[in-house]
């Protein structure tokens, strides 16, 4: 028909445009490996960008769709990538530093990465995948000397002019960066995101109700870039005038509750683990740190404890954010910010809703299936949540065997076991690998986890199946306690009972000094599998 509006494209240029114009002045910090600050603004960021794309296309050769990867801590450097690659037409592959050589290799290959920007810091950890991955070029990253083999990034960056890029737009359905999921169960996939999932996404995470970023806000994202597309945080900041905060190689309690003051953070966000070190460093040097700028802490890659969103508040007054999210989705799938519903009812109450993982985003569609078909949202009824999209994946890069993650009319099934009430909050019982099968009905790992670390002796708390020969499986639960503390397996089932139904609550706990943790610090649970779960229970 005609009088339509424009065909506007929804993509990164258009994002870096908008912090060029408007936001030129903003700042951008980083902390580099030597502690120091490195301080610039869009202003500077914008032009490197531009450059870091022209080189890769007129000096290295690179064209429309190429595959750069990423190897580095959070950084000025490694925002310039995510923002200038896509701008040159390429795609960013941000590798995880975490990964063992044999994955990284299996990763980039498999991606088809032609170059590698990555930090001299993490030089050591380079020299054992470079040489197996077909790269065209390897670039270096940061202060020192350039290793073997590199190309100075700086050089390549001073070789381009920042308006040596060809002038057109780039389509909004093609690739912009992409992430591989951490395959614990087989061959790790790649989700690949559009400019126009980026820029969509960007827009949700800074609506109001959900992460609401905004202009006037100073965010330090703790969650690595490498992380699931850095929660998408380089693109929202960068499209809403943010000033972004990067903490480099420093993630400890303490390092990072000192920027909180020092840059006035407003936004941060990051994986559970690393806010339970935060709380513990905070509670046992309660008036050391300033942390009265932070309005929004937010929690995701694993389920946030309502004990740990209740300390939080309570005892320091760092508001929660609880969200939920996957590789798959860019990552932002729901958010746990109470609605004038969950705001009428008790403080208990609300607190519980926080422990949700809440509504799904705007242009995000959620149901759930169970064996019988899809499940009624009573808040009760468990089933796999499978979840369509403007930023939810549609297919994993060159993995015809991850074909049956999607449903036939095009649903991505994400592995979560999920509740949803009529309202449409999620609670997120468990992954369906995690989840405890007793004689026929599920037991959520998640919910004894949560409910085990309310108690005061316990710092961390997993719980997995073990198989049992009555009831096909059982909860075992793997508990650290916080120094100096300890309760007896009695004690922590009497401190369960009230809140789970009999048939619930673990047969046995094991004491562990310290729960393994995946390479996004999540807990590791196959590996507390291995070492439990084939000993055969001591008490039946
Ligand atoms: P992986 O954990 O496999 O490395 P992702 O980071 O993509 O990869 O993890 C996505 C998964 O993390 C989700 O499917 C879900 O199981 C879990 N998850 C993410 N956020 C939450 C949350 N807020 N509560 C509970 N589980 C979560």
Redesign the pocket.
Known sequence: MEGLIMDYQLNVPAILRRAEQLFADKEIATRLPDRSWHRYTYADLVPRARRLAAALRNELGLVDGDRVATFSWNHYQHLEAYIGVPVGGMVTHTLNLRLHPDDLTYIATHGGDRVLIADKVLWPLVENFRGRVPFEHVIAVGDGPTPDGAIEYEDLLASAEPDALPDREIDERAAAAMCY??G?TGRPKGAVYSHRAIALHSLASAMAGSLAVTEADVVLPVVPMF??NAWGFPFTCAFVGAKQVFPGPFLDGASLLEAFGQERVTITAGVPTIWMAILQELDANPDTYDVSTVRAMVV?????PQAMIEAFEKRHGLRVL???????TC?LGSISEPTSRERALSEAEQYRYRAK?GLPAPFFEIRARGAEGLVPWDGATMGELEVRGAWVSSSYHDSPEGADRWTEDGWFK???IVTIEPHGYIE?QD?SKDLVKSGGEWIST?ALENALMGHPAVAEAAVIAVPDEKWSERPLAVVVFREGQAASDEELTEFLAPQFAKWWLPDRYEVVDEIPK?A?G?FRKMALRERFATQPAETA
């Open positions: 999921t951490s614990t992380h699931a995701g890659g694993a389920a946030a609880h969200a939920w999210g996957m590789t798959e990552p993982q994400t592995g979560d997120i992954r998640v995946t996004v999540k």
